[in-house]
C-alpha cells in the first residue's frame, strides 16, 4: 500500500505563531484528508484537500484558521494559523483512492506554550 | 450523518485471553467499516474493513470483527491476546459506499487495550 510521509513528526510553537505540516504521498491518491486527535479524544475530521482548488471544510473549522493546499494528487500542507495553546493536539493526514482504505501518516505532535 | 460509539474506553485483559472490543454504529446508509490500530507516537493502522459480503471479517495479527446489521454493531475480537497487542483501537464507518469516499471516516472514541502478563 502506499506511505504517507508527514512532518513534522512533533513541534512546540508559541502561542499567536502559524505551523505548516506537510504530508508528502509516495503515489498519486485520488483524496487527501486531514484530521485532528485532541488529548485524550478521537478523530475528527478537519477537511478533505481538493487537487488544484479550495479544500472542503467540515462543521467547525475555517479556512482562515487551517488553510489547506493540495498542489498535486501527493502533495499537502495543512497550517495551524495562530496558534492558541487549545491548538495543541495530533495533525494527521490520510488518502485513500477509488475502492482503497485510508492510510494514515504518523501525525505531527503540536504543543502550543 | 454517521456516528460511532466504543463502549469502554479502556480494556484490560491478561496475556492468552480473549479480547473483545466494543463498537456500534449508527449510518442513514449501508456502512462500511473499519477497525485501525495506533501504537504510541504512531500513525493510524488498517487492522480491518466490512464493506460487502461475508459479515465475517478477519485481519492482521490475528484479529476479526462481524457485522452484525440488526444489532448495528462491529465488535473486534481475537481468541487469545499477546503483549503486542497493547495499543489504542478505533472504530470507524463512512456512509458513503465505495468510490473515493473511504477517506472520509467518522471515528469512534477509541478503546485503550492494556495487556497483562
Known amino acids: 500500500s502506499a506511505v504517507i510521509s508527514q512532518k513534522p513528526s512533533r513541534d512546540i510553537c508559541q502561542r499567536g505563531t502559524s505551523l505548516t505540516i506537510q504530508c508528502q504521498v509516495d503515489?498519486?491518491?485520488?483524496?487527501m484528508f486531514w484530521y485532528r486527535q485532541q488529548p485524550g479524544q478521537s478523530l475528527t475530521l478537519i477537511a478533505t484537500a481538493n487537487q488544484g482548488s479550495e479544500a472542503t471544510y467540515e462543521s467547525g473549522f475555517v479556512i482562515d484558521k487551517f488553510p489547506i493546499s493540495r498542489p498535486n494528487l501527493t502533495f499537502s500542507t495543512l497550517t495551524v494559523s495562530n496558534m492558541s495553546p487549545e491548538d495543541s493536539s495530533i495533525y494527521l493526514c490520510s488518502g485513500t483512492s477509488v475502492n482503497t482504505e485510508a492510510f494514515f501518516g504518523q501525525g505531527t505532535r503540536l504543543t502550543v506554550v | 450523518a454517521q456516528s460511532v460509539t466504543q463502549l469502554g474506553s479502556h480494556v484490560s485483559v491478561s496475556e492468552g485471553a480473549l479480547v473483545l472490543l466494543r463498537c456500534n454504529y449508527s449510518s442513514s446508509v449501508p456502512p462500511y467499516l473499519f477497525w485501525y490500530v495506533q501504537y504510541p507516537n504512531q500513525g493510524l493502522q488498517l487492522l480491518l474493513k466490512?464493506?460487502?459480503?461475508?459479515?465475517l471479517v478477519k485481519g492482521i495479527n490475528g484479529f476479526e470483527a462481524e457485522f452484525k446489521k440488526s444489532e448495528t454493531s462491529f465488535h473486534l475480537t481475537k481468541p487469545s491476546a499477546h503483549m503486542s497487542d497493547a495499543a489504542e483501537y478505533f472504530c470507524?464507518?463512512?456512509?458513503?459506499?465505495?468510490?473515493?469516499?473511504?477517506?472520509?471516516?467518522?471515528f469512534g472514541q477509541g478503546t485503550i487495550l492494556t495487556v497483562h502478563p
Open positions: 470507524a464507518v463512512t456512509g458513503l459506499a465505495g468510490g473515493t469516499s473511504y477517506g472520509k471516516l467518522t
Open positions: 466490512y464493506t460487502t459480503g461475508a459479515t
Open positions: 503515489s498519486q491518491v485520488t483524496m
